[in-house]
Nanobody, 114 residues
């Protein structure tokens, strides 16, 4: 069994920064892809950013240049540094882990508001 736990959400003003972290634990041999998705009220879950074991990244166009994803393969962790946050970034952010099977965290709420 694999456990995925996010942390770091909260309330931030527009233009501010926030860092999300995620740790995977349990029966893990190798994690291929880690990443972040988000879901705003009334909308579908969407990709924010993913990173492969080798460090290749892919970002949603809406966050390019503002968000940076990173991971630590030895610790099975992934982080998302978010800068210049906008109202439309408000959502529940979910950590995604792919070991061949997919696992999700419980989500962490990010609210961008003045």
């Amino acid at each position: 069994q694999v456990h995925v736990v996010e942390s770091g959400g909260g309330l931030v003003q527009p233009g501010g920064s926030l860092r999300l972290s995620c740790a995977a634990s349990g029966s893990i041999f190798r994690i291929y892809v880690m990443g972040w998705y988000r879901q705003a009220p009334g909308k579908q879950r969407e990709l924010v950013a993913i990173i492969t074991r080798g460090g290749s990244t892919n970002y949603a166009d809406s966050v390019k240049g503002r968000f940076t994803i990173s991971r630590d393969n030895a610790e099975n962790t992934v982080s998302l540094q978010m800068s210049d946050l906008k109202h439309e970034d408000s959502a529940v952010y979910y950590c995604y882990v792919n070991l061949g099977s997919e696992f999700w965290g419980q989500g962490t709420l990010v609210t961008v508001s003045s």
